[in-house]
């Protein structure tokens, strides 16, 4: 069964960027896309983009659109996710997921990251 | 763009049945998708495909999506099943992922 592994904490000044990788562990994401999701503190759920192999490119949301880049190397099983940037907004915990497929459309996230907490300060 | 739209909070008591929705605009063409999320860890897929339930969910939680609105019930409520639920659909017009808001269940 899949596991996806994050790394560790990082805490960041402003204007700085961050990347945090996503380790697949007993599966890979081919056949699968892999997204971004980060959650702020008290906050819900945002996505921010990910990988879905029919669209060729990754694929990112509006908010994100400038400031992030989402990559994966299939040799190592490792998604990766770029923001550059950094206001003290983006302080959040961000979650790696995999994508399931079905007939060329996205559909549910599984499994997900243990979560990487950012924190933006100067 | 599509908006999903939870209740907040749900409360009930222990061992009685708890209904979180999710609302949107024809949600019921769509296929939603939902999440436990308890504090502190990452969210877990509960219901897949409006009601089809991963292996290791309990048969207590189900799903159903018609017209405007999805449901996720959850039967014989524990104390263990307090979280927030997050709905989640893919919106084909924008090519975007959309969660709800999310509603926290609280067992009384």
């Known amino acids: 069964q899949v596991q996806l592994v994050q790394s560790g904490a990082e805490v960041k000044k402003p204007g700085s960027s961050v990347k945090v990788s996503c380790k697949a562990s007993?599966?890979?994401?081919?056949?699968?896309?892999v997204s971004w999701v980060r959650q702020a503190p008290g906050q819900g759920l945002e996505w921010m983009g990910g990988i879905i192999p029919f669209f060729g490119t990754p694929h990112y949301a509006q908010n994100f659109q400038a400031r992030v880049r989402i990559t994966t190397d299939e040799s190592t099983t490792t998604a990766y996710m770029d923001l550059y940037n950094l206001r003290s907004e983006d302080t959040a915990v961000y979650y790696c997921?995999?994508?399931?497929?079905?007939?060329?459309?996205?559909?549910?996230?599984?499994?997900w990251g243990q979560g990487t907490l950012v924190t933006v300060s100067s | 763009s599509f908006v999903l739209t939870q209740p907040p909070s749900v409360s009930v008591a222990p061992g009685k049945t708890a209904r979180i929705t999710c609302g949107g605009n024809n949600i019921g063409s769509k296929s939603v998708h939902w999440y436990q999320q308890k504090p502190g860890q990452a969210p877990v897929l509960v219901i897949y495909s409006n009601s089809d339930r991963p292996s290791g969910i309990p048969e207590r939680f189900s799903g159903s999506n018609s017209g405007n609105t999805a449901t996720l019930t959850i039967i014989r409520v524990e104390a263990g099943d307090e979280a927030d639920y997050y709905c989640h659909v893919w919106d084909r017009s924008s090519d975007h992922v959309i969660f709800g808001g999310g509603t926290k269940l609280t067992v009384l």
């Open positions: 007993g599966g890979t994401f081919s056949n699968y896309g």
């Open positions: 997921a995999r994508l399931h497929i079905l007939a060329t459309i996205p559909v549910w996230f599984d499994p």
